[in-house]
């Protein structure tokens, strides 16, 4: 059986095949000679960013509320030792007012210290109220005659996380406080 060619010139003759390497610069006929792994390491490197990123984030973050947290623990043992001083040395023993002095004390894993309390302002008051409106502490009966003072006291605490983490909150409060002539001319110059 003869074979021809096109248009009837002949046998069509074996031809050979041959691989050649491909020349610099150029791609070879059937692979792109690596583009595809490049690709996948730089995906496979920005997944591994993402990650890295995502993980730092969210490290952050969770320090960030710890560090709210222990602030506001600060400021509640702060705010426990102020209410303790408040109810306990602001107080009348017998008519006689027993003034504020400075405390301290480890509340709840934080060192709290409580300034000596200052008298910071008076206003003068008349009458025979046993305490004027406002006032947080009573005198007990006080004469017709009897001029009263409406005093403003300055509480100042301050609580230090005792871990070492670093939380450090300073509290303010003031309480008035009625006093006698005597008693404002010693404590609230």
């Not at 070879?28 to 690596?34: F, V």
């Not at 890295?52 to 222990?70: E, I, K, P, T, W």
Request: contains cysteine; aromatic residues 6%; glycine residues 8%.
């Amino acid at each position: 059986m003869k074979v021809f060619g096109a248009m009837g010139k002949g046998l069509l003759q074996p031809q050979r095949w041959r691989v050649t390497p491909p020349r610099a610069g150029s791609q070879a006929a059937g692979g792109q000679h690596g583009a595809s792994l490049i690709i996948a390491l730089v995906l496979l490197s920005l997944l591994a960013l993402l990650v890295l990123g995502s993980f730092n984030l969210s490290s952050s973050n969770l320090q960030a509320v710890g560090n709210m947290q222990r602030r506001d623990e600060a400021a509640a043992a702060a705010a426990q030792l102020l209410e303790a001083a408040i109810a306990l040395q602001l107080k009348t023993v017998s008519g006689n007012f027993v003034p504020p002095v400075a405390d301290a004390a480890n509340i709840n894993g934080f060192q709290v210290t409580l300034e000596t309390p200052r008298c910071i302002e008076w206003a003068t008051t008349s009458g025979s109220t046993t305490t004027s409106q406002g006032s947080s502490v009573s005198l007990g009966y006080l004469p017709a005659s009897t001029t009263t003072y409406d005093t403003l006291w300055e509480f100042t605490a301050t609580a230090t996380d005792s871990s070492g983490l670093g939380a450090k909150v300073v509290m303010v409060q003031g309480v008035r406080a009625l006093l006698n002539q005597t008693q404002k001319d010693s404590y609230c110059p």
